[in-house]
């Protein structure tokens, strides 16, 4: 059974920091890249970060470049996103995906994800 499963989301300050975690599990197919991503009211869907499988191919949207960073420990099932220097902006619920397709930039599309989690909500505000 595929599960994808988000946690540590919550509020904070600007210039602060939170580290989202995603457990993914039940993948019997595809190159299962992780990829994080974000929608806040109003707007649309968007690619934040995504990883290969094996971490060494990883691709960061150009609005989080240099504040976020994407990890996974794959013996723990486990994808993880480190954000820092957080701002108004990021604010949104955050979910986790599995592309089944071998890395590319077009991971950061959401449509390339066939599996989601259920999202954690993220608001940096003072």
């Known amino acids: 059974q595929v599960q994808l499963a988000e946690s540590g989301g919550g509020l904070v300050q600007p210039g602060g920091s939170l580290r989202l975690s995603c457990t993914a599990s039940g993948f019997t197919d595809g190159y299962n890249v992780i990829g994080w991503f974000r929608q806040a009211p109003g707007k649309e869907r968007e690619g934040v970060s995504c990883i290969s499988s094996s971490s060494r191919t990883i691709y960061y949207a150009d609005s989080v470049k240099g504040r976020f960073t994407i990890s996974r420990d794959n013996a723990k099932n486990t994808v993880y996103l480190q954000m820092n220097s957080l701002e108004p902006e990021d604010t949104a619920v955050y979910y986790c995906?599995?592309?089944?397709?071998?890395?590319?930039?077009?991971?950061?599309?959401?449509?390339?994800?066939?599996?989601w989690g259920q999202g954690t909500q993220v608001t940096v505000s003072s």
């Open positions: 995906a599995r592309s089944p397709f071998r890395i590319s930039s077009a991971c950061l599309n959401p449509r390339q994800s066939d599996y």
